[in-house]
Each structure stands twice: as C-alpha cells, then as structure tokens.
C-alpha cells in the first residue's frame, strides 16, 4: 500500500509517532508534497534512505535522494514524487521544472530496472496532471495525482500501459473543506488570523486507486471510495 502523506500530521506533514502507526496498519510506502518540509522529523524520514518514505525531489537544496526503491514480496518497487510547478510563487525553495525532472527519473527507472516504478505528482492543475500523465505514458508503471484533495473519475490505462488518475482524492472528514473545518475557513475568507482547525467529527472518507500490473504494465484500474 502506498498513501500520500504530506499531511498526515494535523496538515503539516507527518510526524514519526504518525508514521509508525500508519506502517502499523499496513502502509507499506509514503510520498510527499509541499508539507512535507514543514515537519523536521518527517524529513529525517525521507533522508533516511532506509524508511519507505519520499518528498518532491525537484525541491532543490535538500539532503536526500530523489527517489527510493523498496523490496515488496521480492518485487523492486521505484517510488518517486513530483512537485508541479505551475504556480512557482508557492514554492519557497528553488526547483527543477517538473519535466526536467521526470526524465531524470525515467533516466534512473532505466539504469535500475526495477519490477515496478510509481510516480506520485502532486500538482494544482488538472491539465499539468493530465499532460505529465501522458507524457509518462509507457515509461513508468503509474502516475499518481494529488493535491486537491478531491477524488476525480478519470481513472484509467494510458494507451502505452501507465496507469492514470488525475486526482486520487484524500483520507479525512466528509464534511470539510479539504479536511479543515467550514468555520475556521470561512472565518479566513473573512480577513481574520483564524488557525485551521481539522475536523475530526461526522463521517470520513477513503480513496484510493487499486492497481495490478503484470509485468510493469497496468492491465486493470479500479477507484475505491469507503465513507463511513
């Protein structure tokens, strides 16, 4: 199992009490986002080149490989995520541009040669997750979007064999907003300093992608969505 993990911890990253009861409930690999940096023991995980856990890696000035391979049932997973660059004013760091970067990674795929290879692109726009999908198409296993929170439906096989979703969506409370509670971001909207805080009552939500492959190649796509 691989989940997103750049906000695990109250929004802000994940912390390593979070990440060990997250393994603890079989999730086997993490990727990240622009949170990810915000939470130091999060990014000792990801320079930890031995815990299965990944940051944006055309964030530049950071002590840690770009990519990790992690062993599952004697497969050689290749597990890489992307920070799309649409919008380079939220990004308070230097970065590669997210194409440059995914032939970097296309380069490494190709020197590994591992039995699997999932890229994770955490990106604003529909038409960047769109356009790296293809892109990437018969060149890595899947490309994985996020970043809004919200699942979409596009989920599918790309003509080279890659599997595809613009948005797999979050794990959280039904009834908020991206996770936050409709109060204390309305209050925002309103011109006050209101801290975010996480809803945490009502019915949450699941959703996820279930993938197989055979070989590298994706042969079947299904969306999960449990709320409960």
């Given at each position: 199992?691989?989940?997103?993990?750049?906000?695990?911890?109250h929004g802000k990253g994940m912390s390593l009490a979070h990440f060990n009861e997250l393994r603890s409930h079989g999730v086997d690999i993490?990727?990240?986002?622009?949170?990810?940096?915000?939470?130091?023991?999060?990014?000792?995980?990801?320079?930890?080149?031995?815990?299965?856990?990944?940051?944006?890696?055309?964030?530049l000035k950071r002590n840690f490989q770009s990519y990790k391979i992690f062993k599952y049932e004697k497969k050689a997973i290749f597990v890489?995520?992307?920070?799309?660059?649409?919008?380079?004013?939220?990004?308070?760091?230097?970065?590669?541009?997210?194409?440059?970067?995914?032939?970097?990674?296309?380069?490494?795929?190709?020197?590994?040669?591992?039995?699997?290879?999932?890229?994770?692109?955490?990106?604003?726009?529909?038409?960047?997750?769109?356009?790296?999908?293809?892109?990437?198409?018969?060149?890595?296993?899947?490309?994985?979007?996020?970043?809004?929170?919200?699942?979409?439906?596009?989920?599918?096989?790309?003509?080279?064999?890659?599997?595809?979703?613009?948005?797999?969506?979050?794990?959280?409370?039904?009834?908020?907003?991206?996770?936050?509670?409709?109060?204390?971001?309305?209050?925002?909207?309103?011109?006050?300093?209101?801290?975010?805080?996480?809803?945490?009552?009502?019915?949450?939500?699941?959703?996820?992608?279930?993938?197989?492959?055979?070989?590298?190649?994706?042969?079947?796509?299904?969306?999960?969505?449990?709320?409960?």
């Open positions: 199992m691989i989940a997103q993990s750049e906000n695990v911890s993490f990727t990240g986002g622009n949170h990810t940096f915000e939470r130091p023991d999060n990014m000792r995980l990801v320079a930890d080149n031995s815990r299965p856990v990944t940051a944006p890696g055309n964030i890489a995520s992307i920070m799309g660059t649409a919008y380079p004013e939220k990004i308070n760091e230097p970065f590669t541009n997210q194409l440059e970067f995914a032939d970097e990674l296309v380069s490494y795929i190709s020197q590994q040669k591992p039995d699997l290879s999932i890229i994770n692109f955490h990106g604003d726009l529909s038409s960047q997750k769109l356009t790296i999908g293809h892109y990437l198409d018969g060149k890595v296993s899947a490309v994985i979007g996020d970043h809004w929170h919200i699942p979409s439906y596009d989920h599918c096989i790309l003509p080279g064999g890659t599997a595809h979703v613009t948005d797999v969506g979050m794990c959280g409370s039904l009834n908020s907003s991206l996770g936050a509670t409709f109060e204390t971001v309305i209050s925002r909207w309103r011109g006050k300093k209101t801290k975010l805080q996480i809803e945490s009552e009502g019915p949450m939500q699941l959703n996820g992608l279930l993938m197989q492959f055979k070989g590298a190649v994706c042969q079947k796509v299904e969306r999960i969505r449990i709320v409960d």
